[in-house]
């Protein structure tokens, strides 16, 4: 028996750790990992409520936020390959102009 | 009992491994430690009785997104990052209004929710009943997503394809 504070905060410290590192990371694609790091911390407690009300729904939109990640990763990170190209850097200090 | 040891264990992989991806200053040690993450977040999905959602986790998450981030890693060889200096006003109260703000919401959570526990495997999502919740109560969503998937595949084409044949990437210089 784990009681569902101990899920909602270990989600709740996975999602901290990921604003952090979008916040304080430079390299673009550690920025992008850090996005992916607060979905995974949305998706425990999706699971874990999915548990605690018996609606195997939660679990459903679990399948749906991980094909949205995965489609969000597959444009972000042509994003980023775009942005090297152009660019050539990853830090996002140095990516400062909108245009080419 | 052991349940909760079994949770307590892989939760500490857990934040570890979360804590390891903000220190490392290298792309790619990060992206091995978002794997620890992820793996031990498949046990404490195995431990809630999603089995599905533990078996996409691995397969999906540890498996082929991050195969796609280590793979850009090493296409764009990506050094170690260069630390900037942030703002000192945000050293001075942001990190103790962070500590405060997430302890207060620990606590409330903590004390303040009742008594519910979540038993090990108290709600099992076999892919079968999975599947059938997919194909029957959600099958709208499910095929407005494949829709997205396609979109997202053209607009990877798009965005990484070469300059030359009409993508919007220019070489400069």
Known sequence: MVPLSYYLVLSGILFACGVTGFLIKRNIITIF???ELMLNGVNLSFVAFAAQWGKLSGQIFVFFV???AAAEAAVGLAIIIAVYRTRETLNVDQVNLLKL | MLHLTIFLIFGAVCVAGAVNLLVQRHP???A???IVVMASLA?????????FVAAVQVIIYAGAIMVLFVFVIMLLNAG???RTKGSRVAMIFGIPGMLV???LVAWVLLERSGTHAVEAGALPGPPKTIAWL?????LLPFEVTSVLVLIAIMGAVVLAGHSDSGGPAKKEG
């Open chain 2, 32 to 34: 091995l430690s978002l």
């Open chain 2, 43 to 51: 046990v404490e999905y195995l431990l809630l009785g999603a089995e």
């Open chain 1, 33 to 35: 990992m850090s996005i």
């Open chain 2, 134 to 138: 997919l194909f029957h109560e959600f």
């Open chain 2, 28 to 30: 790619i040690n990060s």
């Open chain 1, 66 to 68: 991980m094909v949205v």
């Open chain 2, 80 to 82: 170690e990052e260069e």
């Open chain 2, 101 to 103: 703000g997430s302890g």
